[in-house]
């Protein structure tokens, strides 16, 4: 009885004792907060707490882009908007400015030095290999006399920084689940993630789907879909699409040791081809597009799907972070490729390198830092 009533007091003194602390810590940001008028300490101590670094506008900034895009080797013709012949400079020179706190400007030493030894991989559609190559550039353009080996096999493009150890990899999956030949033709396999077991190994991984969920005729790659003992000749596309971001979350909460492995969503890209979604009705496509919507919001709001991806995503028990781009990059109608890319075509789904993906890299590398 007497060790029992011992230990609660032990207990409550250490409860006590923690809440002093943070008295004290917030008592002394509160402090450095007024005593400095810009507040820079201060005011960074509150900021990771409370800032939603996805919250913001767009500023014009001519310190930015973060790299010379012509300097870049490794800008594959899809996104080179500059070699492509682009006339317009102003889309380079913009920085994401959250509403309650600053984004921190990309450190491609600080970044290398942090991940020495370590594999980042994107997994996803293009649009992950548009960011894949957007870090590779950003860390480049830091370490520009650094070795850098390539190589590519099977699904999986590798560039590694040789001098610090760091591996930047791709993972090319439309659809995070597998989709597998069977006699009656390509199945999809909406609970079935067989690369799991390649992609828990990495230190960090950012994850995306979308772009093919709605893609029919010739554009879809399989024939049949199938859920547990199942076969579908098709089914609603968004409840498809939920089915596999669910699998995807189970894998997460049963597989994914999340104190070695961080991981990300890259949040729903959205294309331009719609002018009535920012107020110019009877605009087919993001030709004309030289700046980007000021303030924050974008008339039409989210896409649904972006509502599936944070439902799925609080599902999850262990710590995962969804890189919420969806609305900053909505503002950006600018910065696509348009004609200017080597496919010759229009295209307001993927986006220049340099570019906005420069942005989602960013905030990847704050995030990682909180
Ligand atoms: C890279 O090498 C070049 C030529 O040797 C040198 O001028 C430059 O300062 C180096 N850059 C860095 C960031 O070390
Ligand atoms: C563009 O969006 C508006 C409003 O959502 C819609 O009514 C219209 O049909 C769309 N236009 C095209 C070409 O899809």
């Not at 005593?35 to 960074?44: C, F, L, P, Q």
């Not at 030493?109 to 950003?138: A, E, H, P, T």
């Not at 799907?305 to 990059?329: G, Q």
Request: negative net charge; glycine residues 6%.
């Amino acid at each position: 009885m007497a060790t029992g009533c011992q230990r609660i007091v032990l207990a409550i003194m250490v409860a006590v004792s923690v809440t002093l602390d943070s008295c004290a810590s917030s008592a002394e940001a509160g402090l450095l907060q007024s005593e400095s008028a810009n507040g820079v300490k201060g005011k960074k101590r509150d900021q990771e707490k409370e800032c939603d670094m996805y919250q913001g506008s767009w500023a014009y900034d001519t310190s930015y882009p973060l790299y010379d895009p012509s300097a870049c080797p490794f800008v594959r013709k899809e996104f080179d908007c500059f070699k492509y012949g682009r006339p317009d400079r102003r889309y380079l020179n913009y920085r994401w400015q959250p509403q309650d706190c600053d984004l921190p400007r990309f450190d491609a030493q600080g970044f290398l030095r942090r991940f020495q030894g370590k594999q980042i991989m994107y997994i996803g559609d293009s649009l992950s290999l548009n960011n894949w190559q957007s870090l590779v550039c950003l860390l480049h353009a830091g370490a520009p006399n650094s070795s850098i080996s390539q190589e590519t096999e099977g699904s999986i493009s590798k560039v590694t920084f040789q001098d610090y150890g760091v591996s930047v990899m791709l993972f090319h999956s439309l659809y995070l689940v597998d989709i597998e030949e069977e006699s009656i033709g390509r199945v999809m396999k909406l609970d079935s993630l067989k690369n799991g077991g390649l992609w828990k190994d990495m230190d960090v991984l950012i994850f995306n789907t979308w772009q093919w969920w709605y893609r029919r005729g010739d554009k879809q790659p399989w024939d049949y879909i199938r859920e547990g003992d199942r076969t579908y000749k098709d089914m609603d596309r968004m409840v498809a699409f939920r089915k596999a971001l669910l699998t995807w979350a189970e894998w997460v909460d049963s597989d994914v040791d999340t104190i070695k492995t961080s991981v990300f969503f890259q949040g729903i890209s959205p294309s331009h081809y719609n002018g009535t979604d920012w107020h110019e009705p009877g605009v087919k496509d993001c030709s004309k597009e030289k700046l980007p919507m000021t303030g924050s919001t974008y008339p039409p709001g989210l896409p649904a799907a972006a509502y599936v991806v944070k439902e799925v995503m609080s599902s999850i028990r262990k710590p995962v972070h969804l890189l919420d781009v969806t609305t900053l990059s909505q503002l950006r109608k600018d910065a696509h490729p348009s004609i200017y890319s080597g496919l010759k075509v229009m295209d307001c789904t993927h986006w220049c390198i340099a570019g906005l993906p420069d942005t989602w890299n960013e905030l990847l590398s704050a995030a990682l830092a909180a």
